[in-house]
């Protein structure tokens, strides 16, 4: 039982994409630039050349938000969509039957259709695969040159992610949506 | 709040820029990645990646005999436990189906790509055959036979074996074509090559070097962690090194020189520099203050040249030196202009004014692990002739000499004697120095060419033999020692067998040896009159065993049990296990390594830092042999290096995105995944002028060449200049993913040299651009 949560230090980003190959090669993810778990967005210099304006933070990532509420789940005609004990968003593959209701919910853009399994997917936080092995961090953290994310339980007062989370200011995408996202991108 | 607005379909719509995604084409192709690993128990094998130069270490998942994840390896005080997207994209190296699987035999012409498999034994035989006729025809002139190699590991051995060995003194590596001029530099000005200490600086300033891209540890992660550090990036494009700048100051290509002697000039006019260092240190300082002095290299005269403002270039002066650990960071590839000798030994002593040598935050000596070297009996050939690529050069390395040189004396008839053999292992030759039609006529020369590679290769494609060596994954290495500051060792593993009938180099070698030390031998018998007195002075047998001429005879025992006699022997048996288990080891390492947060450790304490070592030393401003030669002994400005351009020209700039940095990468399905192809940068207000749009195919031509690539106007690059990336548009179609993909800049890129170390300049070429179609 933990309630798992992600914080991200978005401005060390250098959009090496090291994170998307990882979470591809762990998590079996199909090629193809609209099947992806995770993704960085790139905010490109603006101006003329002599007189660029760049933004040092502007690379920005992009993951399921794992919200406390989420639209994805209630969106699900099936009751496909359900929470672990985790607090990780999961699906019941068997039950998917690509309504895509799900997909167009998701105000993140999280979901895209697994044309191999006839699912719709996104990030799980590697629960499949790293996490169910006893390992404790995700495939996109372990590799990150700037270690960007930091992964753990946010019930755990101890943890890493509930320190930076006490010790620094944060913000969370779209916040009018009221969907109370558990990744948190540090300010 | 900040509110972020974000959509997929937007993202994917929006601007090309560096995200360029593969489509259905790769989609289709090998279901291998699309995997997921499994939940059960397995062994983690440490190895070393071999996707680029740099060397980082990791930690390979092996389920049932297949490598299924590489993660980054925690010990490892140079990679800092990370993985680049290119380190964990090695999987698709290893498994990729295009990999050069088993012996080939050339049955068609040179470059038509038509092979026959054949066995090990009867490609042993063909290169035996071969050279015993070469090596006849020319009297055991061993350096008829010429070698080169553009892998990091393993160079050395395999420069015993063809060198110390088979005796030519033909070696060639990728340093004429990368960093020669940078090593040279340091050496010549410090007396040593040393190592940046990029955590240790608070100010940074980077000229010709692009360290977010370009990835190199551990300076790249050190840079992105350094709190309290400022960076300045000097570059004529916006590089993602530029966006993630504290200052980044376009400057024109290869006027990077002219910023470097006005920041000397105002360091000595106002007095910046560290006196008491200066005075322990410098030779010749009078001789320097006098020429900079005189020359007038002012920071108004510096932007005439570079296009940086004077009043930025004197504050950047200003900072750098009252900066508490200032570092202007050398680089390492590569040449860009011919000025690049004098330009990255003028940044060296703009590092010595300001006493950042042989201390934290500067340019450190440090102490690496010495490991032994495995000593060989080497032949004497008396007929073999010395290396004539150095000669007109300067300096150059004695080592790796200088590829444009060789070629251009092969060429035109001016090299001494014939080259008719050539070994070439993991060098891209076809694509990895300018102008590519003199590369492929050098080969057409040859009577034999051996390729070893892991895939077919432009230049495996010109191959009369190509012999499949196995994958970094596959083998085992000799240990290797890594870094200055926090000096470690560490170790290659094999973590799964070798595919198909790859094998390794010493593998490879150790067939070879034994298929060529008679007939060599007799060779030699037939040609070498000191080899005919010794046989009549103590028999042909007692000659030949202590002559040498045994040419397997570093192969005698395999390279686990090297690594374990070498390893224990030196530094213990616990070192050993330590390298088997984590891939790494050094000194107290058990007390040392410990994690700080975050997955992100620390290697050494802050005291055990070797950033001050006990040495006597010399900054060196005036370099003799220099102006014996009628070069500049001091950094000097002339005419020739100012930024001209013909009407209608651009200045072609050449460099690297962070998915490929070898040639090799492009042809990796899974970074292809991530970008699809190379884009020419052309400035986004002369494309419209020009009615060039995104994606549309434009035709590039220079005085060597013409290529067609997508286009990518952007406010990223300077009206005048335009850029594609190094790596992409190979003409082998035993490459699905990489052949016909993208512009090779090869093609277009002039062969120019610079005479100090015979290094390629790669940024000196005009081009002209027009639309080809939409």
Redesign the interface.
Same mark, same amino acid.
């Given at each position: 039982m933990a309630r798992y949560g992600m914080a991200f230090d978005y401005k060390l980003c250098i959009n090496c994409h090291a994170c998307e190959v990882a979470c591809k090669e762990e998590n079996g993810i199909l090629l193809g630039a609209d099947k992806h778990r995770l993704w960085i967005e790139a905010s490109e210099p603006v101006g003329d050349f002599y007189n660029l304006a760049r933004d040092k933070g502007g690379f920005l990532q992009h993951q399921c938000q794992q919200c406390e509420n989420a639209p994805c789940l209630k969106a699900c005609p099936n009751n496909a969509i359900y929470r672990d004990e985790n607090g990780i968003i999961q699906l019941y593959e068997s039950k998917c039957d690509l309504s895509l209701n799900c997909i167009d919910a998701c105000p993140y853009d999280a979901r895209y259709v697994d044309e191999k399994k006839h699912i719709t997917d996104k990030c799980i936080f590697c629960s499949d695969t790293r996490l169910s092995r006893g390992e404790t961090t995700t495939a996109c953290q372990i590799t990150c040159p700037a270690k960007v994310r930091i992964f753990g339980d946010l019930d755990d007062k101890n943890s890493e992610i509930s320190k930076v989370l006490r010790k620094r200011e944060y913000f969370s995408l779209k916040p009018e949506k009221n969907t109370k996202p558990k990744l948190f991108y540090l300010a | 709040?900040?509110? +972020?607005?974000?959509?997929?379909?937007k993202?994917?719509q929006g601007?090309v %820029?560096?995200?360029v995604? *593969?489509?259905s084409s790769? *989609?289709t @192709?090998i279901?291998k990645?699309?995997?997921?690993?499994?939940?059960?128990?397995t062994t983690n094998i440490p190895y070393l990646c071999n996707m680029c130069r740099n060397k980082c270490a990791g930690f390979a998942r092996v389920e049932d005999g297949i490598v299924?994840?590489?993660? #980054?390896n925690q010990y490892f005080p140079k990679s800092?436990?990370?993985?680049?997207?290119k380190?964990? %994209?090695g +999987?698709d190296a290893l498994y990729d189906r295009d990999r050069l699987k088993y012996p080939l035999i050339r049955i068609g012409k040179r470059g038509d790509g038509k092979y026959k498999r054949v066995t090990w034994d009867e490609a042993y035989e063909y290169i035996k055959d071969k050279l015993v006729k070469i090596f006849d025809e020319q009297k055991d002139n061993r350096s008829t036979l010429a070698y080169c190699n553009g892998e990091g590991f393993n160079k050395d051995e395999y420069i015993k074996f063809f060198g110390g060995k088979i005796g030519s003194a033909n070696f060639l590596d990728e340093g004429s074509i990368c960093l020669n001029t940078k090593l040279g530099a340091t050496l010549l000005t410090i007396g040593d090559i040393g190592e940046p200490d990029v955590a240790g600086s608070d100010f940074i300033i980077m000229a010709g070097a692009n360290r977010?891209?370009s990835?190199i540890t551990p300076d790249?992660?050190d840079m992105?962690?350094a709190d309290k550090q400022k960076l300045v990036v000097i570059d004529p494009r916006?590089t @993602?090194t530029? +966006?993630?700048?504290?200052e980044?100051l #376009?400057i024109n290509p290869g006027t990077d020189l002219a910023l470097c002697l006005a920041m000397i000039y105002i360091a000595l006019k106002d007095e910046l520099y560290n006196k008491e260092y200066v005075k322990k240190y410098f030779d010749d300082f009078e001789k320097l203050k006098k020429h900079i002095l005189n020359s007038n290299y002012t920071a108004a005269w510096a932007e005439s040249k570079t296009t940086i403002s004077a009043t930025k270039i004197e504050k950047l002066t200003k900072d750098f030196f009252s900066a508490k650990k200032p570092l202007f960071y050398l680089g390492r590839r590569s040449v860009w202009a011919k000025n690049d000798f004098q330009f990255r030994r003028a940044m060296v002593l703009i590092n010595a004014l300001a006493g950042s040598i042989n201390t934290k935050g500067g340019i450190i000596f440090g102490q690496p692990i010495k490991l032994p070297d495995e000593e060989i009996n080497q032949p004497y050939y008396s007929n073999a002739q010395g290396r004539f690529d150095l000669e007109g050069i300067v300096y150059g390395s004695a080592k790796g000499g200088s590829w444009l040189n060789f070629r251009e004396k092969l060429l035109n008839g001016t090299a001494p004697y014939p080259v008719k053999a050539m070994f070439i292992r993991k060098h891209n030759l076809m694509q990895n120095m300018p102008n590519i039609q003199k590369t492929k006529k050098m080969l057409e020369i040859m009577d034999l060419i051996v390729v070893l590679d892991t895939i077919p290769s432009d230049t495996a494609m010109m191959a009369d033999v190509i012999l499949p060596e196995s994958t970094y994954l596959e083998r085992e290495d000799m240990v290797v020692s890594f870094n200055r500051l926090e000096p470690s060792l560490a170790l290659r593993n094999q973590t799964v067998k070798p595919l198909y009938e790859s094998r390794s180099m010493q593998d490879i070698l150790k067939g070879l040896g034994n298929k060529l030390t008679m007939p060599l031998f007799e060779i030699s018998m037939k040609y070498d009159e000191e080899l005919q007195e010794s046989i009549k002075e103590m028999g042909k047998i007692d000659a030949f065993e202590d002559g040498g001429y045994n040419l397997s005879e570093l192969y005698k025992h395999d390279i686990s049990t090297r690594n374990k006699t070498l390893i224990t022997k030196t530094f213990g048996k616990e070192a050993y296990k330590t390298l088997k288990e984590k891939g790494v080891w050094y000194p107290n390492m058990n007390n040392y390594h410990k994690e700080i947060?975050?997955?992100?450790y620390e290697y050494y304490p802050e005291d055990k830092k070797l950033y001050t070592i006990n040495r006597k030393y010399r900054v060196k401003c005036y370099i003799d042999k220099l102006d014996k030669h009628g070069y500049d002994a001091m950094p000097t400005w002339k005419d020739s290096y100012d930024f001209t351009l013909p009407d209608k020209r651009f200045r072609l700039i050449t460099g690297r995105y @962070?998915?490929f940095t070898q040639s090799a990468t492009t042809n990796n399905?899974?970074?292809r995944?991530?970008m699809k192809t190379n884009h020419i940068w052309i400035?986004n207000?002369v494309a419209k002028k020009l009615d060039i749009a995104e994606g549309d195919i434009v035709e590039i031509k220079s005085n060597i060449g013409r290529v067609e690539i997508l286009a990518y106007p952007?406010?990223? +690059? *300077? #009206?005048n200049v335009v850029f594609f990336s190094h790596g992409f548009g190979s003409s082998s179609d035993e490459l699905e993913q990489a052949f016909g993909n993208g512009a090779n800049d090869n093609q277009l890129i002039e062969d120019k040299m610079e005479n100090i170390y015979g290094c390629a300049v790669m940024n000196e070429t005009d081009v002209q651009i027009k639309k080809a179609r939409t």
């Open positions: - | 709040m900040k509110k +972020i607005e974000i959509s997929r379909r993202f994917l601007s %820029a560096l995200c995604y *593969a489509t790769s *989609a @192709v279901p990645t699309t995997t997921k690993t499994s939940t059960k128990e299924t994840k590489l993660n #980054p800092r436990n990370m993985l680049c997207p380190g964990n %994209a +999987i977010y891209e990835l790249s992660i992105i962690k916006c @993602v530029a +966006i993630k700048a504290d980044w #376009p947060f975050n997955n992100s @962070v998915m399905i899974m970074l995944d991530i400035n207000a952007t406010n990223k +690059i *300077a #009206p």
